[in-house]
């Protein structure tokens, strides 16, 4: 598959690299063509490829325009503005995986959550930026190395998946079970379940300063019987 | 041990009801000393406890002075009211267990948390409210029945807590271990882990609508050494 990824931070440059491990052709895209990270990432993984040449880079317009299903993994602060960059035109309906998390780090001490509890998620106002593309919330509870390999984590453990298109949440499912290795996953129902995932964020960096590391995610355990 | 409770609720009625069964003398206070759901508590209590006089009622206030302990119980948004009722001299420098959350009812579909996420707490306006107090933050993140009966849920699973002063959490933890049966506490450092425990509500909720029930909770799992 093509597949495009904005965004050229550690989140993008693993889940671009994961990718193309697994054989598909990926574009890192960022604000420039050249951007130094992406140039790096491409050129690492052309030497690492059995497949030379699928491991791109380009603007976030040229990503956008490539995939077949687009990742939105820049911080969430950038979220709106880079979806602006790459064109809704060049998105289309496709599948656009949002990885986003909407937290601010202006106060000094701990980051926040810059988006009032409950009442709208980072994923529904990209949803609204791009209103024809299929939004759909995924991989934001956990860090990136965890993302692509849940089994750094010890156990069967859960990621969660919301959005509003039933087939696009069933083709990403799959996408999360073949190429990443998920086995449960919760599906949260239409795209406001991502005002939970988003919320949960201030748990888990809670939780990261306690445990003194982000490899970590939750197990949902249920009643007996 | 004499135990206050502020609010005869689900919550308010649940712990209460565990902890006269643990053979402590429990008052639960309300608005008005003949509040018909705190009458009706003690009368069933009174006849299957092996104590009978163990459940009391009153008001607000009686109950924050009858208890060497005082659990806030109420429903988040009449917290700090409630708090004024019970006076805080009545309180003073005792451990005030907050099992809050800031909930809103306000919107139709889900219920929302009316508190901006990340930086404040309800947990931590307690104790803005009660300055002398020792506000401890736990229980929240799960139903009554759970609370008070962890092996409700299959397996081993965690409960968090949070507050400023060590010794209070200290004996706060035994409690939870000795009367209520919870093994793993996650202490997530001072009051201001409170906001992590209150924004994981809305996971918890959203939860609740895919599981069918209330009666689950969270494990942490971590990375393989």
């Known amino acids: 598959m093509k597949i495009g990824i904005l965004g050229t931070g550690i989140v993008g440059t693993t889940i671009g690299g994961k990718l193309v491990e697994r054989g598909h052709e990926v574009m890192l895209g960022s604000r420039t063509a050249d951007n130094a990270k992406a140039t790096a990432w491409a ?105 692509v390999n849940p089994s750094l984590v010890a156990g069967d453990h859960d990621m969660f998946i919301a959005g509003n298109d039933e087939r696009a949440k069933a083709q990403v499912k799959t996408l999360l079970h073949e190429e990443f290795g998920w086995n449960t996953l919760y599906d949260l129902g239409d795209l406001s379940g991502a005002r939970a995932m988003e919320g949960y964020l201030l748990l888990w960096l809670r939780l990261w300063g306690t445990l003194g590391t982000p490899n970590f995610n939750l197990k949902i355990l249920r009643s007996i019987s």
């Open 43 to 147: 050129e690492r993984l052309a030497t690492q490829s059995a497949q030379p040449g699928s491991a791109k880079h380009g603007t976030f317009a040229d990503a956008a325009a490539f995939g077949d299903i687009v990742f939105l993994c820049t911080a969430g602060s950038a979220a709106l503005e880079v979806l602006r960059l790459a064109k809704a035109d060049n998105i289309g309906g496709k599948i656009l995986v949002d990885l986003t998390n909407p937290l601010s780090f202006s106060v000094k001490s701990t980051p926040t959550l810059y988006i009032s509890g409950g009442v709208n998620s980072l994923a529904e106002q990209i949803q609204k930026a791009v209103p024809a593309a299929r939004v759909v919330k995924t991989l934001n509870t956990v860090t990136a190395d965890v993302m």
